[in-house]
């Protein structure tokens, strides 16, 4: 990756080396131990120099790649069809036998290890400490896909639903696994108050 994005090295006469990292915008400065054209009178420091300048770039890269890779872009708009879609692709291709982890942010945050065997969920956790069973169905793909449900009815009456007046007001997104349908990533907000409820499921295990 690092030699990927670098575009291009290159010395000045005035004991510069400058590195280019393509598709950022980005340089690096190092000076060099000599400037070009003086005398070569220590090679050993000069490689020195550039051996430090080396380092210096792979470290500026990582940083470079690790600020690109880390912004996370928000899940794509639903719609009703959407979500059908994904239910009849659950429906169809659902294991009886399945474990996840679910991120959550917002009011709730905090990872949620579930086990379903035979179709009914056996035990569930968060941040690996266990929840009352009578919580389990809530983690559930079925019972995200209700969360969801019951968010898509709200828009009809929204101010009932989520304090607001209209649907301007509301942001609800989601993505759907292509093969089995379940909600991967689910985000829904009220701009006017903050209140925001968002879950990713960053592992799922067919057992």
Request: hydrophobic content about 45%; glycine content about 8%; some cysteine.
């Amino acid at each position: 990756m690092v030699k990927s994005m670098l575009m291009g090295i290159s010395a000045t006469g005035n004991g510069k080396i400058l590195f280019a990292f393509a598709g950022t915008g980005f340089e690096l400065t190092m000076y060099d131990a000599q400037p070009l054209g003086a005398s070569r009178r220590s090679p050993r420091l000069r490689r020195v120099a550039i051996t430090i300048a080396c380092m210096a770039m792979g470290a500026v890269a990582g940083l470079v790649v690790f600020a690109l890779t880390s912004v996370r872009r928000p899940p794509p708009a639903m719609t009703r069809a959407d979500f059908e879609a994904a239910v009849e692709r659950w429906k169809e291709h659902r294991p009886a036998d399945y474990s996840m982890t679910v991120e959550v942010s917002g009011r709730q945050s905090g990872a949620i290890d579930v086990k379903v065997h035979g179709g009914a969920p056996v035990h569930v956790a968060r941040n690996a400490v266990g929840t009352p069973q009578r919580t389990w169905e809530y983690w559930t793909v079925e019972g995200l896909f209700e969360v969801i449900r019951k968010d898509l009815e709200g828009l009809d009456q929204p101010e009932r639903a989520f304090g607001v007046k209209d649907t301007s007001q509301l942001v609800q997104q989601a993505e759907f696994d292509a093969e089995v349908g379940y909600p991967r990533r689910y985000r829904r907000a009220v701009l006017t108050t903050g209140d925001a409820i968002e879950w990713e499921i960053v592992r799922f295990e067919v057992n």
